[in-house]
Every structure is written in C-alpha cells, then in structure tokens.
C-alpha cells in the first residue's frame, strides 16, 4: 500500500511538471536563451528593481553616452544624492539627482507596447539586445507570455535571427568593452576596471573583434592595480620633489592621463588645448630638456594611460611610452614617432631614433646646461 501510494505521488509530481513546461507560454529555447543570460553574471533578479527612464538635461552632459536622449535602466539604489542605475546597455552608472530627470515605467506596459511596435515615442533606438534583456526582466516578473513575446520580438530585430544566441553574445560583449573603457578613461578604479574585463574575457572568448585588446589590457591593469597597492602603503615626503624625482614621479602619474580623440580616425592628444595646464604631460613638458633622459627611458613603458584611441569602437589603450613620445615631440621639435607593421606605436624603433637625436643635441647642450646623454 505504501508503495503504491508512493507511486501515485510521485506521478502527479511528474505530470504536474510535465504540464507546466506544457503550459507555460516560454518555450525550451526561450528558458535556454534565459538560463544562459545568467550565467553571464550582469544582473540579478530583475523583477526587484524599477525600470526608469533617465535623462541627462542638456547642460549637464558630459558623458556622450548621455547625449543621445532618454535611457532606460533598472534603479538599483537612490542614496547620497545619486541615483545608481543598470542601464540596458549592462553597465551600472551613478548620476547626481541634480542632473537627470528620472522617472519610473511600469515594465509589463512598456514591454506590450514594444511588442505592439508603439515604443518608439518613448524611448529611441531600442535593439535586439535590450529588448531581450527586457523580456529578461518579465520572465523575472512572472510575466511569462510577455517575456516570451518580447523575445520574439528580440529575434525579429537580430541582424542574425537564425544565430539569435551567437549575435546576443556579440553585441553584450561589443557594448561592454565599449562601456568598461570608456568608464576606465573617465577614471573608474583600474581594479575594478581589471575585474570586468576578465569578466568578459570569460563569457565571450570568442569575441574576436575584441577579445585581445580585452586580455591585454586586463592582464596590464593588474600589474597596476598591485602597483598601486605598493604605493598606497607609501610615505609621502614631507618636502616637495625636485630634479630628477620630481620627473619620475611626473612620468608615474601619466597613468591617469586620459588626453582627448579631436577626431575619428585621429589620435589621443595630451598636450592640446583641452588638456589641464597643471597636468602630468604639461608639467613635464615645461621642464624641457631636463626631463628628455628620462622620457626616453619612458618610451619603452607599457603601464596605460587613461587615453583610448577609438575608431567606431575603442581600439586600444595608449601606453605611457606612447604618452612619453608626444611630450619629447612637443620638447625637441622632432619626429620621433614611428610605427610597427599593424599601425601601432612601435617603442624600441622610437626610442632608438630620440636616442640619437640626443646623443647629438646634449653635446651641444652640455657647456651651458650640463644635460648630457645617458
């Protein structure tokens, strides 16, 4: 008797599953596509944080993330004056309450009227991939039929629906390495700036377009980040640095240089009119020839500036060698800037060249200055 009605239980558990995977309007490959989003490790349960609206007014931009109108995000916290939010994009910002006008959306009225197409009036430009983080949030929500609606309606905008997961994968991974260098060159902390790039190193290793230039940068950030480790524990002299200190101490501080792209395709620049005149490069630049030894010792450093070149999408980070290099340029009126066989900043071809320049120039320097060539 025990035995049978251990049976009998058992069934009705079994058909009771059977019925709700039956019943349930998301089909196997929506749970799929849905399971996989979270192991990417970009959000929690959805369903817990209002979707809002934010607006950056207009004298207030200074992020051109911000320039293009309305975002919609989920509002994970309001406190000390900000409001922290995860946008769609998948990146987390903190804007001052100051800055932005922000409002909430019911989230099951705003996924039918993007299901309906009516969404347009309220937010421009939405993609594949924020409509699919969208109908993440429903499914969260328990709004099943919606989220599988909404995920259809993802497919139906995928520039590859047949490869709907494939083109997801490609375009999250594309707009992170966008979002976290663009954070990195506006001063996010290089630890955590290091953290989200393995992140990413990890969900999409076949990310070709940009899985290289996010493991090098990645792997560069935490020799860094343990440099800045070191120097934290360090005593700061009592009395201001001078000569050759204050030069190597100028040099280290490049690392957060982050210049300014006039222009794609164009060039990061660190001494233009845009940059600080108390910066790093500036002052290193007014010490003129006293700091030519040491900058081309620099030339050959490959920590990272805060500069990112950018063609469409970031390219890569500038070196401090590279940085080192503008600023002998600007000193001795020289070219010294050359190139390896992929376009990029090549070191020891530059170093070489500023090294016989000064060789040449310290001679004729050293009878008035008493510089000479290392």
């Known amino acids: 008797m025990k035995g ?49 609206r934010i607006t950056v007014l207009e004298d207030k931009v200074v992020d051109r993330r911000d320039a293009g109108g309305p975002q919609l995000g989920f509002l994970l916290s309001e406190q000390g004056g900000r409001f922290k939010v995860l946008l769609l994009s998948l990146t987390t910002r903190s804007f001052p309450k100051s800055d932005v006008r922000m409002e909430r959306v019911e989230l099951a009225d705003f996924a039918r009227e993007v299901v309906a197409g009516n969404d347009g009036d309220s937010v421009a430009d939405l993609e594949s991939k924020d409509i699919f983080v969208l109908a993440h949030a429903c499914a969260d929500a328990g709004l099943e039929q919606l989220a599988h609606d909404m995920i259809v309606k993802a497919r139906a905008a995928s520039r590859e629906p047949d490869h709907f997961q494939e083109a997801l994968a490609y375009d999250f991974a594309f707009w992170d390495l966008f979002n976290t260098l663009t954070d990195y060159r506006l001063g996010a902390p290089r630890a955590e700036v290091r953290d989200r790039l393995k992140r990413l190193v990890n969900n999409f290793p076949h990310f070709d377009e940009g899985i290289e230039l996010a493991r090098d940068t990645q792997q560069t950030l935490s020799r860094m980040v343990d440099e800045d480790r070191r120097l934290a524990k360090r005593t700061s002299p009592k009395t201001a640095l001078e000569g050759e200190a204050r030069i190597r101490e100028l040099i280290f501080s490049l690392r957060d240089e982050a210049g300014f792209q006039f222009s794609q395709p164009g060039s990061v620049e660190f001494l233009g009119p845009f940059s600080a005149p108390t910066s790093p490069a500036n002052q290193l630049l007014a010490a003129g020839y006293a ?84």
């Open 4 to 52: 049978g009605l251990w049976f009998a239980t058992l069934l009705i558990a079994v058909s009771g599953s059977a019925l709700t995977a039956e019943t349930s309007p998301l089909s196997r490959e929506d749970r799929k596509l849905l399971e996989w989003f979270n192991t990417l490790g970009y959000a929690g349960n959805l369903a817990i944080d209002p979707l809002v």
């Open 291 to 374: 700091a030519v030894p040491q900058l081309i010792e620099a030339l050959e450093n490959t920590r990272l500036t805060r500069g990112v070149y950018y063609r469409t999408s970031p390219r890569y980070v500038v070196t401090i060698g590279e940085c080192a290099a503008q600023i002998l340029q600007r000193i001795s009126g020289e070219s010294f800037y050359l190139i390896d066989s992929r376009g990029r900043f090549n070191p020891k071809a530059t170093k070489a060249r500023a090294e016989a320049w000064w060789a040449r120039h310290s001679r004729q320097l050293q009878p008035a200055t008493g510089l000479r060539a290392r």
